[in-house]
């Protein structure tokens, strides 16, 4: 019995089904792009009910400043103004900042501009990257050192503190440059000194704990936690430094790590940078101590004065969860303090046992000098005594001005960075020059489609009908797809991969047809050497995708910003080459042969 065999140049139902399905998705996707964006601030209640606000008051807040409103809506808790102008965005945030007070949140957006039943579903435009959009760029040094010998400090005080409980005396701690802790003991307190160091072993397990000899041992930063430790420290910068950005209002902020110990933040639609700048560059942390009477540490107070306090503070910053500022019985700023559990239970611990006491806060600032190195300042801020019991939430009063207890409060919420960092690079991109690289990207774009699409149409006649529409298709679901996955932005680099990308494309169908061509000319008929062309070209397309969407890796995980920006266009353009160059097209032509044989007249000649 003969096999039958399966037909030729025939896709199943379901297999056209998953195109037109998948084609249709990705091209519902790109549509917010063509309506494009509106400016936007977006306001959020932190303590009231956001359907409180006025809208009309708003509007009449606004145009005080002849500030353009398109439309002002409330949705769940957020209440959203679109603004006429993008130029506007940032003085309407500032104005609304000014009238709302610190009860609201008011952060810099930009709504799509496509119609409801478009956003109802969630589809968005492609996010612009700082080059398109506008804004300003800020590159920042984190000091590792100073991390690293803040940490040797913690490990001295832990030390000594440990060796005063235990009643050695004689012993003498020490840090030697810049990655040791030496502790020299007298030898008759050697079994007493093995506890410490099994308990010093359980708080730093990761660093190198050596004898030196019948009387000394050390703690060292090996080279491998030195690694470990600097890379956590980036982490937790970068964390915080998030964490500041968005309580500027900015959504769509870039925060990423840059080499070794930098990192890059951009911030899109920001057009003045100084509030930007001081809030992020700030280094600020906030420490309770308790006063002693003699020996300790010095500090200045604000006066001048210098006081004496001890040298491990009862509550470190890390434990604030939140600040606000406000004012009290007697009109005079303050900032209230929320702490996390921990914290609570250490402040309740501390006030029950030194009730009516005095407690100080200070609050300490990195700075660079002359000679580039980091100097810590810092300076008593506060100095009260402890009436009662202190919990979770407590206040810091006689605030020197409204504006220092928002700053502070700000800088609070947001966390202290655990390294000092610098400002070592800036730049700005005003809205209109990145108007202008949209404009200037897109007219490439356009110019290089219509010579491919004319040469084609001329060259491969109806063939070329078919290589025509799987590249249009091409560049629609790149857009789709790029709207859909989130996280992705254009960049001026990304319009550059996807002028490439349709290259790419038509270049696929070119392979197909050419072999096309040579099979009709070894006498094959129509419908064996469409098959032939597209099964034996399909190799060697996938074997150039391949290699290219290696370099797109590559290029995705070592670079930074606008580069990463070109290689996720090319690799997600890899893809949709791919469905549309192979597979939507050979759909196409499988259709068409249904209909007519002379599909190849003057293309097989």
């Known amino acids: 019995m003969k096999a039958k065999n399966s037909p030729t140049n025939r896709f199943a139902l379901w297999q056209y089904l998953v195109l037109v399905v998948t084609i249709i998705i990705l091209t519902i996707s790109a549509l917010p792009n063509l309506y494009g964006e509106h400016a936007a601030v977006n306001i959020t209640s932190k303590v009231r009910d956001i359907h409180n606000l006025d809208a009309d008051r708003l509007n009449q807040a606004l145009a005080d400043l002849q500030i353009g ?130 308990t010093l072993k359980q708080l730093y397990p990761d660093l190198l704990h050596k004898r030196d000899g019948a009387d000394t041992f050390s703690i060292h930063f090996t080279e491998q936690a030195k690694t470990a430790f600097e890379r956590e420290i980036i982490k937790q910068n970068l ?86 500022s406000g004012v009290d019985e007697m009109g005079m700023p303050l900032v209230n303090l929320v702490l996390d559990a921990q914290g609570g239970k250490i402040m309740t611990k501390h006030s029950q046992k030194f009730l009516g006491k005095p407690m100080v806060t200070v609050f300490s600032e990195y700075s660079k000098n002359d000679q580039g190195k980091s100097i810590k300042t810092s300076k008593v801020i506060n100095m009260a005594t402890i009436q009662g019991v202190l919990g979770s939430r407590f206040s810091i009063t006689n605030m020197k001005s409204p504006r220092a207890a928002q700053e502070l409060a700000l800088l609070l919420r947001a966390g202290s960075l655990t390294a000092p960092v610098t400002i070592v690079g800036e730049s700005s991109i005003g809205p209109s020059l990145g108007q202008e690289n949209i404009n200037n990207g897109m007219a490439a774009l356009m110019l290089g489609m219509g010579i491919i699409l004319a040469f084609m149409a001329l060259w491969y006649r109806r063939l070329g009908f078919v290589a025509n529409t799987a590249l249009i298709f ?107 160059g192979v597979f939507a097209s050979r759909a196409m032509v499988n259709l068409m042969l249904t209909k007519s044989s002379r599909l190849l007249k003057g293309v097989t000649a």
């Open 239 to 324: 964390h915080t430094l998030r964490g500041r950005i968005e309580e500027l209002g900015i959504t769509e902020a870039v925060t990423q790590r840059q080499g070794k110990n930098r990192i890059r933040v951009e911030l899109p639609g920001v057009q003045d940078p100084a509030e930007a700048r001081r809030i992020i560059g700030a280094t600020a942390s906030l420490d309770f101590y308790k006063l002693k009477a003699t020996g300790g540490k010095a500090f200045k107070t604000e006066d001048g004065r210098t006081v004496k306090l001890h040298k491990t503070p009862v509550l470190a910053g890390k434990h604030i969860k939140d600040a606000h």
């Open 474 to 580: 091409n560049l629609v679901c790149l857009m789709g797809l790029m709207s859909l996955i989130p996280g992705v932005v254009l960049t001026m680099p990304g319009i550059a991969g996807l002028v490439l990308t349709v290259g790419m494309a038509v270049d696929t169908n070119v392979l197909i047809f050419e072999r096309i061509k040579e099979e009709s000319r070894r006498g094959r008929s129509l419908q064996s050497a469409v098959e032939h062309g597209y099964n034996n070209a399909f190799a060697t397309i996938l074997d150039a995708n391949i290699t290219t969407g290696i370099t797109a890796m590559i290029l995705y995980t070592v670079g930074y910003g606008p580069v990463k920006g070109f290689a996720i266009t090319l690799g997600l353009g890899l893809l949709t080459s791919m469905f549309t």
């Open 69 to 198: 409103v398109r439309k002002i809506t409330t949705n769940n808790d957020k209440t959203t103004v679109l603004l006429q102008s993008t130029e506007q965005q940032q003085a309407a945030q500032h104005q609304l900042k000014t009238y709302l007070g610190e009860g609201y949140t008011v952060a810099m957006s930009m709504q799509a501009a496509a119609p409801n039943w478009l956003t109802d579903i969630g589809a968005a435009p492609i996010k612009l990257g700082l080059d398109l959009r506008g804004g300003v760029q800020f590159l920042l040094d984190v000091d590792t050192d100073v991390a690293i010998t803040d940490r040797l400090e913690q490990i001295k005080d832990q030390a000594k503190q440990q060796i005063r409980q235990a009643r050695v005396y004689g012993a003498k701690v020490r840090v030697v440059g810049q990655n040791k802790v030496v502790i020299d003991y007298p030898e008759k307190d050697f079994e007493k000194m093995a506890e410490i160091k099994r």
